[in-house]
């Protein structure tokens, strides 16, 4: 018996209708006053119950069906933390992370995480919260220059030329291969400096 495929969601419709529930609950699960905070930064009115909480964010979906529920979390949290709010930054990040189904919202959630954990890089936990994010992103193929050019930058001032010739020789490839000419010959200019010392 063949299935009408117009009535039968596919496995990323039912895995990202999975994400906004889940996105739901913990979005619920925060006080008023951070839920009030992501409503701010996200631009959406987020109600106090869960129930309230999924109709909103299925219609979110419905008009921004290439965001994906990790992607809202871990772009909010950029915005937060930026402000300076980084306890919640540093939750949205995380949940964003845990949410992540695909590479690219994963590479965004640790991009996330170690833009709100550099802000703070003077506090040691923070310092190696930002070089786990970073080479995660980095691992997972991001094509930013954020975490290359900051790795490049803490690896040369600690002394550690080795390391930034490798993130430098990353960033090269990956931005090549991403059609980011420019940025790549920026790093291609770092590594030819590293080389020369």
């Known amino acids: 018996m063949e299935r009408d495929s117009?009535?039968?969601?596919?496995?990323?419709?039912?895995?990202?209708?999975?994400?906004?529930?889940?996105?739901?609950?913990?979005?619920?699960?925060?006080?008023?006053?951070?839920?009030a905070r992501v409503s701010s930064y996200a631009a959406l009115v987020l109600p106090d119950d869960e129930e309230s909480i999924v109709a909103v964010l299925s219609a979110y979906a419905a008009e921004n069906p290439t965001v994906t529920p990790s992607a809202l979390l871990a772009t909010t949290g950029a915005g937060v933390g930026a402000e300076g709010?980084?306890?919640?930054?540093?939750?949205?990040?995380?949940?964003?992370?845990n949410l992540?189904?695909?590479?690219?919202?994963?590479q965004l959630a640790h991009v996330s995480l170690a833009q709100t954990h550099f802000r703070n890089r003077r506090d040691e936990a923070d310092l190696a919260g930002f070089i786990e994010?970073?080479?995660a992103a980095v691992r997972d193929g991001h094509a930013g220059t954020f975490c290359y050019e900051r790795l490049a930058v803490l690896y040369e001032y600690r002394g550690e030329r080795e390391e930034a010739m490798e993130i430098t020789r990353r960033a090269v490839?990956?931005?090549?291969?991403?059609?980011?000419?420019?940025?790549a010959d920026r790093f291609r200019k770092r590594?030819?400096?590293l080389l020369r010392k």
């Open 173 to 183: 490839e990956v931005l090549e291969a991403a059609g980011d000419p420019r940025s």
């Open 133 to 135: 994010h970073c080479r």
């Open 85 to 97: 709010g980084l306890d919640l930054a540093r939750t949205l990040g995380r949940a964003a992370l």
């Open 6 to 35: 117009h009535n039968a969601p596919d496995e990323n419709t039912t895995r990202s209708a999975d994400g906004w529930a889940a996105l739901a609950t913990f979005l619920a699960s925060l006080t008023n006053k951070d839920r």
């Open 100 to 106: 992540a189904e695909e590479t690219e919202d994963r």
């Open 191 to 193: 590594l030819d400096r």
